[in-house]
Structure formats: C-alpha cells, structure tokens
C-alpha cells in the first residue's frame, strides 16, 4: 500500500472523530477548506507568497566565482632592484595611481645617469655644428671640419635616443622616477587581493608571481557548468540568477558573455562564462554558488514543489483566500524542476500558497467528498457540526 491511500485513511478516521477538524464547501467551481480558529491543524499548515520570475531553462547549475581578467591587472616590475617601503597590503582599497611600494633600483639610476650624459654630449655636439656654421666652411675652417662636427652631433643625438629608449624600456608605465627610487602604482582601482612583495625583497623582472594583484570586486566572472544538451537553448546575452550558500536570502545578476567551447569528457559538460554583477562586494573568487540560466521571454509562479498535489493528470494547489480558509486552485506548469516549478496558470502574483501541509489538505477535502457520495446523513455535511462556519 502506498504513502497516499495511508494518510487518507487517516484523515478520513480522524475527520470523523474530530469534529473541529474541518469544513470542506464549494466557492463557484473551486473547493474551499475552513478550518476554526481554534483548530490545531493550523499549526501544521505554513504558507508562502508567490512572486512572478522568469522561467530557468534548468535547475540550478554549479558554478564558480572568479577574478574577471579585464578588470584584473598584475604588477610587476621590469627592472631589477629593491623594495624599500611597502604601502599597501592584502584587502586594501586603492585608487588608480596610488602607490603600492617604494623600490630602489640601480639600474634606474645607471641608466638616468647615462642619458643626462648622452643628452650633455649632444648639447655641447650642437653648439660646435652651430660655431662652425657661423664661422662658414673654406673661410675660418675647412669644410671637413664642419662636417667632422656634423657627425659627431648626429653620433651624440643617437646615443641620447639609445639611453632615452632604455629608460624607457625599464618604465614602459612611467612610474615616479626620483633618481634611482621608483614609485610603483596600480594603473586600476580595486581591492588588493594578493601582495607577494616583502620588505627588502630584491626584484626583477623574471619573478615567478607578480607582487601585487588589483582587481575590481564589483564585477566578477561566473564560470558555469552547462549539461552538454543545453548548449543548444544558450546565447550570449542569456540572464543568470545566482543564489550562494552564504547569503540564501540575497539574489544576484549575471549574464551570460561566452559560450563554452569544449566539453568535459568526463562529466559532458561545457564552462560557460558570465559577467556577474556584485555592487555590495560580498561573493568572492573561488565561491562556489547555484546558477539559474533563464529563457529570454516567458514569465512564470516560482512555486516549491511540496505545494503541489498530484491528481490524475492534473496538478493542484491550494491558496490561502482567508485565515484559515484554503482555495483548491487547478495550475498549469510551464516547468517542473527539482525544488520549484513555475506555474502559467491558476495563480496571481501575491497570492499565498500552502508550502507545508497540502497533504492534509488534500486529504480533508478527498474525506468530504467520500462522505459525500456514501449519503452520509448525520449533519456533516453542512459542517455545522465540524467546528466551523461555512
């Protein structure tokens, strides 16, 4: 015998030797259950309001939070030297252009040095060429001469251009150079998620880690973990509802930027990358969170499956129209999923559906309806007897 046929057995018995258990009556064509204020199967009843939402293509996928890579630089140098002052460290705000630590990097000062030589040189190189232009070729001085200065000045301005391009080359950012101290800064704003620089630490450019990370916390990567069969309902621009274990009360957005290219052998599925939107700054990378890719058009009841009761080939609900009076609602469903399904007819947004108890309710109304057809004639079936007003 099943779980079903049980309760109703149940219920029917104990409808019968409880006279403030129940009233079933008819409101136009949906059956009502009222029950007195008194009664105690209120207390195993719970209700839940209902809100329109977009219909998900699925359940809730796994996915993972990470870094976006567009809005994440890594610093680091491209010379050699030593940090000497730290400015920062993990979990720090900063602006863009703040300064992350202070280096002191011989290779700067050598190569200051040189071009405010080479630039030296050229300067003295030009005032020869224009002494010797003025004094005129074949009168005060030979032509050679002044060709001789000529190219030495050239030989001057490509030296300053050599030293100037390897200055260059050391700071292609150009960082605050005061001699042979470099300023390094974050070219972005953001939170500092990883500072691997120490204090006296020598740097260079083949360093294996960066020595800061700078990202910015409001927006996020979503990489999620689509079933190879619903790569074909998926586009870029698709919305995405999130949900995480560390805040259930809270709802994020996200939307769908790339579709996954290759598929897992192993599990047949396929990352999917959303952009997520995270203004407060609460999920962070490498959180694990619950994904729900929904359908461009189509609006749906999120109603929890436990509120549904099966019937034949029909589904009901039933809706709470006053205290302690329940509705029997006929719903069509759009979908069903593992937790809720989304109902396109039956129901209004706000209306509150019974979450925990549908079973008896179900049950008292299956118990009315059998005494119903046995012509029970003992003054139930007006239900002046049974605890409550019609």
């Known amino acids: 015998m099943t779980t079903k046929p049980i309760i109703l057995i149940a219920l029917v018995l104990y409808a019968s030797a409880n006279p403030a258990f129940a009233q079933t009556a008819s409101s136009g064509t949906a059956p009502t259950v009222r029950f007195t204020a008194q009664s105690p199967q209120l207390t195993m009843i719970e209700t839940q309001p209902i809100v329109a939402s ?24 491209g010379f050699t030297g030593r940090i000497v002052a730290l400015k920062v460290a993990a979990g720090d705000m900063v602006k863009a252009g703040q300064v992350l630590a202070e280096i002191d990097s011989p290779d700067f000062g050598s190569a200051n040095a040189d071009l405010r030589k080479a630039r030296a040189d050229e300067h003295l190189k030009k005032l020869v060429v224009e002494r010797a232009q003025e004094l005129g070729p074949g009168e005060a001085i030979a032509a050679k001469d002044l060709e001789a200065a000529q190219a030495e000045y ?89 949900q995480s274990d560390a805040y259930p009360d809270e709802a994020f957005k996200a939307r769908v930027v790339q579709l996954g290219q290759v598929i897992d052998p192993n599990s047949r599925r396929a990352v999917v990358r959303a952009q997520l939107d995270n203004p407060t700054g609460r999920l962070l990378p490498e959180m694990f969170v619950r994904a729900s890719i ?13 509120a549904l009761v099966q019937s034949g080939v ?34 209004a947004s706000g209306e509150s559906v019974v979450a ?25 079936s007006n239900g002046n007897s049974k605890g409550g007003p019609k």
């Open 356 to 380: 925990k108890g549908a079973l008896l309710l179900d049950g008292e109304m299956s118990a009315r309806k059998t005494e119903a057809h046995h012509g029970s004639t003992d003054g139930n």
């Open 294 to 306: 929904q359908q461009d058009s189509g609006m749906g009841l999120r109603v929890p499956n436990k």
């Open 314 to 347: 029909h589904t009901y609900v039933y809706v709470q129209t006053a205290p302690g009076e329940f509705q029997r609602r006929r719903v069509a469903i759009a979908r069903r999923g593992n937790e809720f399904s989304y109902v396109t007819e039956g129901l």
């Open 154 to 242: 050239a030989s001057a301005q490509a030296e300053a251009q050599r030293a100037e391009q390897r200055l260059k080359n050391l700071n292609p950012r150009g960082l605050p150079v005061h001699g042979q101290m470099i300023s390094l800064t974050t070219p972005v704003a953001g939170v500092v998620t990883q500072r691997t620089a120490t204090l006296a630490q020598e740097v260079r450019p083949d360093l294996d880690a960066p020595l800061f990370v700078v990202t910015d916390p409001k927006k996020l990567w979503l990489l999620i973990d689509v079933p190879e069969k619903l790569l074909g309902s998926l586009k870029r621009g698709s919305p995405v509802h999130v």
């Open 54 to 77: 977009p219909i998900p293509l699925a359940d809730a996928l796994g996915a993972r939070v990470a870094y976006d890579e567009d809005r994440t630089v890594k610093v680091g140098v």
